[in-house]
């Protein structure tokens, strides 16, 4: 996948502050793969659409991803680093739906469904949207329980075992989507996982990218009187070597 680099990742930043981290997501690789249907991208799988965010984060910053998170047992800093081509590559694309309890197929969850529960007041209500949307399978039946109330309606008739049976489905179905990162705190020696959120964690990397081009922009502007655009047209080795002989 194509990467975004200079105006184009100005316009990402720009465009990715104005809407919720799901639809921020889609628009990225809206940016990156114009010719495709924007619906296209938001009814792809999770697992996929992380997958291709993932390609589109290696293209455009580099394989290496760093972060940190907190240790649960004794509150020290976990640094990791991981390889977002290796970790695209373990995203492995979802079954075909399968496991029909009382005859009704399940889909993988897709960013439209993920839109439609977060308007829930709360998390059973969320998990509802979730289950009937996917397990409704089509975009028509989807529409007709859309809401919480109507989600939480359908899945209330369901008999007991058939709901228990469809929230172990959606499970299985979407693992491919979950990114889970193993770490070992050095301070106390305690393991924990990290649930990798790909859409947020590359979100707040294209916004310190972004920033970081426009504080160059700034500087190289005010030295030589360029335009924005002609700045950050520039392939970012020729803007370090600009500021580097401004600090000789």
């Known amino acids: 996948m194509r990467g975004l ?8 930043w720009e465009r990715s502050r104005e809407l919720p981290d799901e639809q921020a997501a889609l628009a990225l690789l809206e940016l990156a793969d114009p010719e495709r249907p924007a619906l296209e991208w938001a009814r792809l799988p999770l697992g996929e659409r992380d997958r291709l965010l993932l390609e ?11 972060g940190f998170a907190v240790c649960p047992a004794c509150g020290a800093a ?38 439609a529960s977060s308007a829930a007041a709360s998390e059973e209500e969320a998990r509802a949207i979730l289950l009937t949307r996917t397990a409704c399978g089509t ?3 989807a529409e007709k329980v859309k809401s919480a109330e109507n ?12 709901a ?3 929230t172990e489905r959606f499970e299985q179905v979407n693992a491919a989507a979950e990114i889970r990162l193993e770490l070992r705190c050095a301070a106390c020696g305690g393991g924990s996982v990290l649930d990798l959120d790909v859409a947020r964690y590359f979100l707040r990397e294209m916004g310190a990218a972004a920033r970081r081009l426009m504080e160059e922009i700034h500087e190289l502007a005010q030295a030589y009187g360029w335009s924005e655009a002609a700045i950050a047209g520039m392939s970012g080795t020729r803007r370090a070597a600009y500021l580097e002989m401004l600090g000789a």
């Open 151 to 162: 989600a939480e309606r359908w899945l209330k008739k369901q008999p007991k075992r058939v």
């Open 164 to 166: 228990e049976r469809l």
């Open 78 to 115: 976990l640094e990791f680093a991981v390889d977002a081509r290796e970790l695209a590559e373990g995203l492995e694309k979802p079954a075909a739906p399968a496991a029909k309890p009382k005859g009704i197929a399940m889909r993988p969850a897709n960013t439209l469904d993920l839109l």
């Open 5 to 12: 680099a200079g105006e184009e990742l100005l316009r990402a």
């Open 139 to 141: 975009a028509k039946e």
């Open 56 to 66: 589109l984060r290696a293209a455009t910053l580099g394989r290496r991803m760093e």
